[in-house]
T-cell receptor, first 114, second 112 residues
């Protein structure tokens, strides 16, 4: 059973526009959420995270929104740049649990067109 | 500060062989986790080590094992390799349990 879902395998946007990547989760014990960016043949690079006590976190061009009641989070990238083209993974964890681990979505391939 | 390093970066083995992968965490990080990435299954958790103790294990067969040394460096071992073990193996380190995990570049394993 897939506890973290990224329903859009791919997304294409124009340079300068907003990119919105979505993620849904089913496990109500998840309380810490992260977004990673991954280029081919490299490991995931940490982008931004959010704790369940907040509903928004910003870092430069990246903003993550969390809707706990809907078990949904999204990553906004504004403005999008060609260098943002990569696979984006959403990950979730139960940070207080004894079985700590990250559960990942399958990823969304973002293509930013010049 | 140097990032997470993994060796080797690429490896080709044949079925039935065993393999050992190495991970050096970011200096000061005591928690090391391992993940397997395949096209079909995505990123899946293998195990987590903290202070030389395995704290958590994913749903993988006993052929997959690991250990952590006193300097926090970690190794994972896969015995009796199968074709399906071909994957990118990623190591991630964090200051402690529940902290943000930072990933290494991975080891690409191909089993023929």
């Amino acid at each position: 059973d897939q506890q973290v879902k990224q329903n859009s395998p791919s997304l294409s946007v124009q340079e300068g526009r907003i990119s919105i990547l979505n993620c849904d989760y089913t496990n109500s014990m998840f309380d810490y959420f992260l977004w990673y960016k991954k280029y081919p043949a490299e490991g995931p690079t940490f982008l931004i995270s959010i704790s369940s006590i907040k509903d928004k976190n910003e870092d430069g061009r990246f903003t993550v929104f969390l809707n706990k009641s809907a078990k949904h989070l999204s990553l906004h990238i504004v403005p999008s740049q060609p260098g943002d083209s990569a696979v984006y993974f959403c990950a979730a964890s139960d940070s207080g649990g004894s079985n700590y681990k990250l559960t990942f979505g399958k990823g969304t391939l973002l293509t930013v067109n010049p | 500060k140097a990032g997470v390093t993994q060796t080797p970066r690429y490896l080709i083995k044949t079925r039935g062989q065993q393999v050992t992968l190495s991970c050096s965490p970011i200096s000061g990080h005591r928690s090391v986790s391992w993940y397997q990435q395949t096209p079909g299954q995505g990123l899946q958790f293998l195990f987590e080590y903290f202070s030389e103790t395995q704290r958590n294990k994913g749903n993988f067969p006993g052929r997959f094992s690991g250990r952590q040394f006193s300097n926090s460096r970690s190794e994972m071992n896969v015995s009796t390799l199968e074709l399906g073990d071909s994957a990118l193996y990623l190591c991630a380190s964090s200051l402690g349990r529940g902290e943000t995990q930072y990933f290494g570049p991975g080891t690409r394993l191909l089993v023929l």
